[in-house]
């Protein structure tokens, strides 16, 4: 793959990661349950073909334009945002546990992550494909390490 389309995949999907982030951490919005009817129809396709064996699910608004939903999908827990206005799926953020992890990233994080608490390993799925990132928490802070779908270390963001 061309080293510059790799990188600009690379940020845009860290951006991405950010902007859920902080859309969904962001406590300026009521995180109240959806009136189902309120759902657009191109996400309720897109997630009833997606997530067939979901079950019911309740929708949230983390911000203005977007819909989120929580679930429980085989023994792990799945977080998918979609954009309001057009129905499109923005991503899928499923919590893993340590061993469904890349190897070369628990690695990275075992050597580099000393005196720190790893608080969750994550995989994130968007259009531009697969990435991971753990949550560490350390001295009081929490910083997000990000992989590619290879497991090779990315970027450590500290969270506000």
Not at 16 to 29: N, Q, R, Y
């Amino acid at each position: 793959m061309n080293p510059k389309l790799l990188s600009a995949f690379l940020v845009l999907s860290f951006s991405l990661f950010i902007l859920f982030v902080i859309l969904s951490s962001s406590k300026c919005f009521a995180q109240l349950p959806i009136d189902n009817k309120l759902i657009p129809e191109t996400v309720k396709k897109h997630f009833a073909e997606k997530f067939p064996t979901a079950g019911a699910v309740v929708w949230i608004q983390p911000g203005p334009g977007f819909l989120e939903t929580t679930f429980s999908l085989d023994k792990h827990s799945v977080t998918v945002l979609y954009a309001m206005a057009m129905g499109d799926w923005i991503s899928t953020d499923t919590k893993l546990k340590p061993e469904e992890f890349p190897v070369a990233a628990i690695t990275y994080l075992t050597s580099n992550t000393a005196g720190g608490k790893i608080t969750g390993y994550y995989k994130s799925e968007t259009r531009k494909g697969i990435e991971y990132y753990s949550l560490v928490r350390n001295t009081g802070r929490i910083f997000t390490y990000s992989f590619d779908a290879d497991g090779n270390f990315v970027s450590k963001v500290e969270e506000e």
